[in-house]
């Protein structure tokens, strides 16, 4: 409640007690669609867990997510089934007390899927050991059995379970799953032998056929393909395209062997499904009046062999019934119709004690090896949800007259015994009203009035008593019920959507009617004496213990479906009444299967049969908390100076002192006539939390101490109180710092923000201490992945920083040097082999200075002034001689000077290109134009310093603006540009146009 309050989810209330409008189902079903939109599935209502339905896979399953609910307070995070699980699981585990998770909702709400994720919840967070590793294996490999041999596609859920299962896991006293057991409730055996257009069989049928080896169907005389089995084609859907069965045949064998089925149990199995298969094949010949007999014998060959039985008993057994009358044996044939329904009684007799046997066997797998002394439990109950179809049977009724108990169980455990415990501790109380659906329930069961007892009564009479004698007897005996009517008894308008063979209940979710069709046959649930005899004497195992001896001799008749059904719902109730309840309330978000679709009139109608409306107004009524007097003050005595060591006056005073010194306002608590009421969990929260504060410093004490004791006590336990707070803090902040690392990767969140702090923290002095010295010092710490970008930011602005001051303390040579470099490097970076040997070479300003050159030489180059010079080897056009000269650079012109002789001038502007290779050597070439009568042709020069030399021709180059243009008869004239403080144009004295021009702009 806590983090709703803190909007930590913005979408919606996370807890239905926060709406503001909370008697509005229209704000109900709001809030329930906002955060369905969001993905967010789940919503309390107090301590009640909504769950909606989202057709898809939400990543909120992982072990991330059970790690955070673990331990923690309920309302502290947001809903989640795990949270249910965990505190359930806490509780078991402080109360010593049953706990049992009731899980409701229609077909395909997505119970069973809850209750998958709660086991997964236990198998992964509970301690361990290595039998428990065991014991979690077949508890979680449990599930994939029972719904291969349990579940079945349907027309509302894929994979919908036709039984129910309550399932309980044992715990031993450190809180480590050791054992289970489940019960099952009601498999839908009519299912074995017919199937609804659109739906399946069991998925065990088509998981054999499609994945089971080639062996093993020549062995069980199977072809791998459903439509040949009469069985699998009513429904006329072998295939679903959610459901892959030769994937599901595999996960099912290998979940069989962990849980302990031995290979020849596996093939007995085996054996009776497919034998089921090849019963539904059997078909009869004869007349419609006369005996029936059997045409197709490769079938009875097969079931011979499969359910180990002689082959002619077992036919005559399918053509003929044998009853005791009066202790003599009858025998008698079978026509048509009759011996059609004797196979498939035997195969649904066969398929549904199969089924039971199954799930023994898996508790004999689950049950816990050591005496379960001080053994606690949780329960899951996952079970048929309410069924509405357009024809209703007897099905239909026995799972929505087990829904109607659970409602009442509900109502029983939370509505009812909310306002009978407020009325009784005088504490002034809003009454709810709600809907009591007992009256339905008493409708259904009540002792020889009750629609099962009239059905018992029809079924067990002689005579002869039919579906419709039983509708007639149904009229007469509870016909004026307000629960009840039928086609004959109701009103002309509801009789128009009657049929003549139905009757309607009004049930708490709303009304369904059914067609007694078939009620008495599925009631009696006749199976002939010699078939049942045909399979005691069967050499499969399992047959044998399915079909045990003593019921033939057993001379009563059996109880019926209903009574049966009845009895195990009663028993099942009172398992579910010993213990504490939770309740997960599931709802299906549309009728199509889809993800994303919230279809409002669907969801109305849920949220009106799951009574969460009535939920929710008594629980804005009430309150969180209530504990007798005694065991609140024995457990918190110690937080209060006037309580501790013991109170001496009357238990309400003692609460009353105690309270008032924790600080409780009067709107967070009521005192009662024994028990105190706390309203808000958050007020017990901070209580609890104190206590443990104190439990430390108290230790195991015993209670008569002395006086001096007890100061010493008191001392000791400030000191050990203060050591305890700086120890949980330290194990607090190191808590903090592994959640932290775990969700590091997360948004900033309350569980990564201390850690993600620190983690910048840390990063920035580590910086300070480690920031690079120089320009060209490139390291600089790694950063955290939540601080890649400020620490890019925080990189380029320290090194711009230095690059500046860098800049202002160079001087104007060194500036020069830089500059040069620069050229060098855009022309010869990656292109020569030695100009990285050059890098830390300095450029000079000449390799010859004024003496080394002859003074002609520096003559004829009149006001042209040498500007650079360096020795060269020149090799010669023809023969490549190598002849040492001089290489001279003015501002125009490069010049081949061979002792006092200037031998050729190249000017920059004719230049036309310069050669260099990319290995190390120094040759380059200076490239003229050949038409140019005045140059010799391309010049072939090496130089011990070709990048400097380059680096120099190309900065002159770039620096001389030449223009030059053609004067008429193949004549070139040419202008030389240069900057200066005036404008100036004349002719120069080496005959060029020469223009200064003054510098405008600063570079
Ligand atoms: N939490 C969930 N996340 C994703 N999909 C889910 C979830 N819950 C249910 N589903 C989907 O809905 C389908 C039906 O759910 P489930 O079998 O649990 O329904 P059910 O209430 O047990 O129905 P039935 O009464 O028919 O057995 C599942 O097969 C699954 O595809
Ligand atoms: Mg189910």
């Known amino acids: 409640m806590e983090s709703a309050l803190t909007a930590r989810d913005r979408v919606g209330v996370q807890d239905f007690v926060l709406l503001e409008n909370h008697t509005s189902e229209a704000a109900f079903i709001e809030n329930l669609r906002k955060r369905f939109k969001e993905n967010l599935i789940y919503t309390y209502i107090g301590s009640v867990l909504v769950s909606v339905n989202p057709y898809k896979d939400l990543e909120i399953y992982t072990k991330n997510h059970m790690e955070r609910y673990r331990g923690i307070n309920f309302y502290e995070v947001s809903p989640h089934i795990y949270a249910v699980s965990d505190n359930s699981y806490r509780s078991m585990r402080t109360e010593r007390k049953d706990q049992c998770i009731l899980i409701s909702g229609e077909s395909g709400a997505g119970k069973t899927e809850a209750s998958k994720k709660i086991l997964q919840y236990y198998a992964v967070t509970c301690p361990a050991s290595d039998q428990v590793e065991t014991v979690k294996d077949r508890l979680l490999q449990s599930n994939p059995v029972l719904e291969a041999f349990g579940n079945a596609k349907t027309l509302r859920n894929d994979n919908s379970s036709r039984f129910g299962k309550y399932m309980d896991i044992q715990f031993d006293f450190k809180g480590a799953p050791v054992g289970g057991h489940i019960l099952n409730y009601l498999l839908e055996k009519s299912r074995v032998v017919h199937q609804n257009h659109g739906e399946r069989n069991f998925h065990i049928f088509y998981q054999l056929i499609e994945g089971g080896e080639e062996d093993l169907l020549r062995r069980l005389g199977l072809e791998r393909n459903p439509q040949q089995y009469q069985y699998l084609v009513k429904g006329n859907c072998p295939k679903v395209s959610s459901i892959n069965d030769r994937s599901d045949w595999k996960v099912v064998r290998k979940a069989l062997s962990v849980i302990g089925f031995s290979e020849d149990e596996v093939e007995e199995l085996l054996n009776i499904i497919a034998s089921v298969l090849h019963l539904g094949n059997i078909q009869y010949g004869g007349e419609d009046s006369g005996n029936a007999y059997i045409t197709t014998d490769t079938q009875i060959k097969y079931l011979a062999r499969l359910l180990g039985v002689d082959g002619s008993v077992l036919k005559e057994a399918l053509t003929h019934k044998k009853i005791i009358a009066k202790g003599e044996e009858l025998k008698s044939p079978l026509n048509l ?54 024809h209703n049977s007897f099905e239909q009724f026995c799972i929505n007259y087990c829904n109607e108990k659970l409602q009442q169980l509900f109502i029983e455990l939370t509505l009812k015994s909310e306002q009978d415990e407020y009325e009784a501790e005088g504490i002034t109380w809003e009454p709810v009203q709600y809907f009591n659906n007992k009256i339905i329930c008493d409708l259904v069961e009540e002792k020889f009035k009750g629609i099962i007892s009239i059905l018992d009564e029809e079924c067990l009479r002689p005579g002869d008593a039919s579906d419709i004698t039983f509708l007639e007897k149904l009229e007469n005996t509870v016909g004026g019920h307000a629960h009840l009517t039928t086609h004959k008894l109701t009103d002309g308008k509801t009789r128009k959507v009657m049929g003549r063979e139905e009757f309607r209940l009004l049930h708490y979710a709303g009304e369904v009617n059914y067609n007694v069709n078939g009620f008495l046959d599925k009631n009696n649930d006749l199976l002939f004496r010699n078939l049942k005899e045909v399979m005691c004497m069967s050499d499969n195992k399992i047959l044998t213990q399915c079909f045990d001896r003593a019921e033939l001799k057993d001379s009563r008749r059996p109880e019926t479906a209903a009574t049966q059904f009845k009895t195990s719902l009663a028993k099942l109730m009172e398992i579910l009444m010993s213990k504490e309840p939770s309740y997960v309330r599931c709802i299906k978000p549309n009728d199509a299967k889809q993800a994303g679709r919230f279809d409002e009139v669907l969801i109305r109608h849920q949220v009106k049969y799951l009574g969460l409306m009535e939920n929710l107004r008594v629980r804005r009524a009430g309150f969180a908390y209530r504990r007798h007097y005694e065991t609140f003050l024995q457990r918190y005595k110690s937080l209060c100076p006037e309580t501790w060591p013991s109170w001496q006056g009357k238990l309400a005073d003692g609460v009353s002192t105690l309270v008032k010194h924790l600080g409780y306002k009067p709107e967070e608590y009521k005192l009662g006539r024994s028990k105190i009421f706390i309203r808000f969990p958050k007020t017990l929260f901070a209580t609890e939390d104190a206590l443990e ?35 949980r803090e330290a194990a607090n902040t190191i808590r903090r710092f592994i959640k932290g690392f775990i969700y590091r990767h997360n948004e900033r969140c309350p569980e990564n923000e201390y850690f993600l702090d620190y983690v910048r923290y840390s990063f920035l002095m580590k910086l300070r201490r480690n920031l690079p010295k120089t320009v060209l010092d490139k390291s600089w710490p790694t950063p955290p992945t939540a601080l890649i970008e400020a620490s890019e930011r925080l990189r380029k602005l320290y090194m711009q920083n230095m690059v500046w001051g860098y800049c202002k303390r160079i001087n104007p040579e060194w500036k020069h040097q830089l500059e040069q470099k620069m050229v060098a490097s855009e022309i010869f970076k990656n292109k020569k082999d030695n100009y990285p040997q050059s890098v830390p070479k300095l450029f000079v300003g000449t390799r010859l200075n004024g003496e080394e050159i002859n003074p002609k030489v520096l003559q004829s180059l009149g006001s042209e002034k040498m500007k650079y010079a360096v020795p060269v080897t020149k090799y010669d056009r023809k023969g490549y001689k190598a002849r040492p000269r001089q290489l001279l650079l003015t501002s125009n012109s490069a010049v081949i000077v061979e002792e006092a002789k200037l031998k050729q001038r190249i000017d920059y502007a004719a230049l036309k290109g310069i050669s260099v290779s990319s290995l190390s050597d120094g040759v380059f070439v200076l490239h003229v134009p ?70 405008l702009n600063s570079r």
Request: net charge positive; proline share 1%; charged share 25%.
């Open 930 to 999: 050949t038409e140019d009568k005045k140059q010799k042709g391309d010049v072939v020069l090496q130089s011990d310093h070709i990048i400097e030399t380059l680096t120099k021709v190309a900065i002159f180059v770039a620096l001389t603006q030449i223009i030059t243009f053609t004067m008429g008869q193949g004549r070139e004239g040419i202008i030389d540009f240069t900057s200066g403080s005036e404008l100036l144009v004349a002719k120069a004295k080496n005959g060029h146009l020469s223009v200064t021009a003054p510098r």
């Open 693 to 727: 504060t104190r439990k430390h410093s108290l230790g195991e004490r015993e209670s008569h101490v002395s006086h001096a004791v007890v100061v010493q006590a008191w001392w000791k336990g400030i000191l050990a109180c203060r050591r305890a707070r700086r120890r």
């Open 337 to 390: 119709e009759q011996a059609s329904s004797a196979r498939d009684a035997l195969s649904k007799a066969v398929y549904g004690r199969t089924f039971t046997w199954l799930v023994n066997k898996i508790n004999v797998s689950l049950a816990y090896k050591v005496t379960p002394h001080n053994a606690s439990v949780i329960g899951l109950l996952d079970i048929y949800g309410f069924e509405v179809f357009q």
